[in-house]
């Protein structure tokens, strides 16, 4: 999940109230594809996970929809721990087939996913965290069941929070955990240390939360009923359409090797979207590890700078308001031409979805060349949300090295309360008193982290145009020039 904050305040989020008041497309779709019929594999990424491991094998269990097969993947290279072990004794006490690979260097997740997308043969790929445990006990069922509503859907995944000591204890008691213990005790070496950490990862996991409940139940949820897609997916648990995603890596990899920015989930994100492609949301809930306190700040450092290679990478999508604002004022000049012309101008704006054999919600046309033309309509979105990203802190940095203390402490004071009241919209009835709780303890935290935004944009800034590291899809292309040499991207 996104860790740098989301402003409410901000253009993106005001997008996505705008959705959430818009009623979804009312398209009801038929698909040729049966999704009860579709191959669904699991590949299980490991790295030093060796004490939710048997947490996360346990919740897939339980799921309603299995899957065929299941890979773990132990990437950990020399910093490997027990994770492996602990998974085969936990398939013998259960009678369960588990495929391993370990591997003796550490090649990164990307590659892991990049292979199994192409030596699986399923229909499904779903990527499973091993420090994630699914807490819906249908969520590969509804991921696959949605990823199959049109062909225009790449990815599904569902609510990502916090894994929170009582949610381990709950899986503990299951009966497959109970098989593989044997009858012994069960110590929980993460809820382990002194009081002064546990208190840290408390308040570690009520700014999660809190962010999670902002980001993926508002802005999200507004995104989905206004474009029928997320501007950007969070690991843990999400599944792909293997072909989609074969495809997506057999494109990328001879121009960007396996280097898919620092967080590879938004990445495939937007390299899906740039195809025409759409990421979607649904209502269920897994739950994962994040690291601790300390962690924050490299987390808010990588995020942020993933964000900004996003948009990079993928201009053509940020573009994509230009786009569509010029060809309004094509369509508006044409109104004033020839007769013929008016004609076919008419002919294009009849309805045509109910005319269609096989009918699908937010159907859009498939290609980059189709980007590049018309844009796309999460391409807005992601736009504001950069804006957004980049504006607010340099804003309250400005405000706060001028000493203009009144105009700080009325936007602070307004974008707090408008987020309160957000959060105590989209959580239930039975959860609001302690999600306003979470948002209270976060909102110092939350403030603070802003602080690195401007830092990361800095360093951005350096890397592209002091050192002239530009655009890797262009670079190909320069350094192909003759008499030109050019000088490999690091971004």
Known sequence: MPVAPWFVTGPGSLLAAVGQWRAPDPTVPNPVEDWRRAVVDVVIPVHGDQHTVIHCLTSLLVQTRLPRRVMLVDDGGIARDHSLQFAREFARANGVQLEMVSRGWSIGRAVTLKRQ???????????????????????????????????????????????????????????????????DEYRDRVAGGHWWQRLASGFSDAYRTHLALVQQGFVDGGLMRRYGGVAATCGGAIAYRRRYLKDLFNRYEPIRGDDLTPVEDHFIALALASEGYRNIRIDVVARTRYPGLRQLPRDVWR??????????????????PLRAAGNRLRRFARRFAAPDAR???????????????????????????????????????????????????????????????????????????????????????????????????????????????????????????????????????????????????RL
């Open 117 to 183: 997308a192409r030596e699986f043969d399923g229909d499904v790929l779903f990527v499973l965290d091993a420090d994630t445990v699914l807490e819906s006990a249908d969520y590969i069922e509804q991921c696959v069941r949605e990823l199959y509503q049109g062909v225009g859907i790449a990815s599904a995944c569902g609510m990502v929070l916090p894994l929170r000591a009582s949610d381990r204890r709950r899986l503990v008691a299951a009966p497959a955990f109970r098989r593989w213990l044997g009858g």
């Open 303 to 320: 995020w942020t700078t993933a964000l900004l290679l996003g948009g990079h990478y993928f201009d053509t999508l940020l573009r994509s």
């Open 343 to 489: 004609l076919e101008l008419a002919r294009e704006r009849r309805p045509t979805h109910d005319l269609r054999r096989v009918r699908e919600a937010y159907r859009q046309p498939f290609g980059e060349r189709m980007t590049r033309e018309y844009g796309r309509p999460i391409g807005t979105a992601l736009l504001l949300i950069a804006l957004e990203q980049a504006v607010y802190p340099i804003v309250l940095l400005m405000l706060l090295l001028t000493g203009q203390w009144a105009a700080l402490a009325v936007l602070v004071g307004l974008e707090v309360a408008m987020t309160l009241l957000i959060v105590d919209m989209c959580s239930p009835a039975q959860q609001r008193a302690s999600s306003l709780g979470h948002g209270v303890l976060a909102m110092p935290l939350r403030y603070a982290l802003i602080l690195l935004q401007p830092l990361a944009m800095a360093g951005f800034a350096i890397r592209l145009w002091l050192r002239r590291e530009f655009r890797w899809y262009a670079r190909r292309e320069l350094d192909a020039m003759p008499g030109r040499r050019g000088r490999p991207s």
